[in-house]
């Protein structure tokens, strides 16, 4: 006998798993996970987007980093030539070296991550941090290439006469090594003359020793260190002569450790706090307040007497400076 409803017959689409609905062209159900989520996510985008307290919490934490890299850079003395120099590594090895260097930590590891990979006998800076607070791979360079001038000045190339020579390859990398180098000067010349100009520097009206700074350093002055003019730094705080000389009587016959360790030290921040934007204004109403209570210590101090929170600054800052000035 025959059913009284015929079974229906499977198509390949059925089969398949393929929705009709799909097969004919017609819109397929709303997924009823995926929407719920896109809306979550939308939500906290703007959440984030328009919370100003999210958005003030952010701004105090991008001003607390750069306050602490300000004080960082202070500890270990880097100068506007320093970080000129740490730009102009980033930008040689990312655009300019043929050698493609790659950092450690590039290339996966952990250990020493900031430091060149390569092989040093035939990469120059291989070995050598990228970007470092004070160093400066230039001179770093030309002493690692001196060193093996040295070496073939010593032992000779090797031949049958001289078994003990280095090998040609030894001189032919050491020739390149001095390419690369000359590649570094170059292009570090280059990128402190436009740093200069942009700073304003008029570079026609340079004397050759002001240009060879500018072209060595950015800096018409060059590289000054350490070097630190109380005057200049008092200037920077408003300070008049008389509490200029306040300054330089009471430190007339200082321990040489504290004035170096206290040029050291203030040279980085005073420069920081010369120029413009939030970061810098704070740092620089900190040493305005460090340096005015001080001043007023000194000042009693000369008279017998004392003045409470200019004496702590100073308990802090000389054991600082002192410390700084020994290394």
Not at 75 to 99: H, M, P, W
């Amino acid at each position: 006998m025959l059913p009284d409803v015929a079974a229906p017959v499977k198509t390949a689409a059925t089969q398949f798993g393929v929705p009709d609905a799909v097969r004919f062209g017609q819109p397929s159900l709303p997924d009823p996970i995926s929407k719920p989520k896109q809306n979550v996510l939308k939500t906290a985008e703007n959440l984030v987007n328009n919370n100003t307290t999210i958005k003030v919490l952010g701004g105090f934490m991008e001003t607390g980093a750069k306050i602490a890299i300000g004080i960082g850079d202070t500890i270990l003395g880097v100068t506007e030539v320093d970080r000129q120099r740490q730009r102009n590594a980033e930008s040689f090895f990312n655009n300019v070296s043929s050698k493609n260097y790659k950092t450690r930590g590039e290339l996966g590891s952990s250990t020493d991550p900031g430091r060149l990979a390569g092989d040093p006998s035939v990469d120059l800076f291989a070995g050598m941090n990228k970007v470092s607070a004070k160093g400066n791979l230039e001179k770093a360079g030309a002493k690692r290439i001196d060193t093996r001038r040295a070496t073939i000045a010593r032992k000779g190339i090797k031949s049958a006469s001289n078994p003990n020579g280095v090998s040609q390859e030894f001189v032919n990398n050491t020739n390149n090594m001095e390419k690369e180098l000359n590649d570094m000067r170059r292009h570090n010349n280059n990128e402190n003359i436009k740093s200069a100009k942009k700073k304003g520097v008029d570079t026609s009206k340079l004397n050759p020793n002001e240009m060879r700074n500018v072209a060595e350093t950015g800096d018409p002055g060059g590289d000054r260190g350490g070097k630190i003019v109380c005057t200049m730094m008092n200037e920077s705080y408003g300070f008049g002569s008389f509490r200029n000389k306040i300054w330089m009587k009471f430190h007339g016959n200082i321990a040489p450790e504290y004035q170096k360790g206290y040029h050291k030290l203030f040279l980085p921040l005073v420069n920081y706090a010369k120029q413009k934007g939030i970061t810098n204004k704070i740092i620089k109403n900190i040493l305005e307040h460090i340096a005015v209570h001080s001043t007023i210590d000194m000042r009693q101090t000369l008279r017998g007497k004392r003045h409470t929170l200019g004496r702590l600054y100073r308990k802090i800052i000389l054991p600082l400076c002192y410390w700084a000035g020994k290394k």
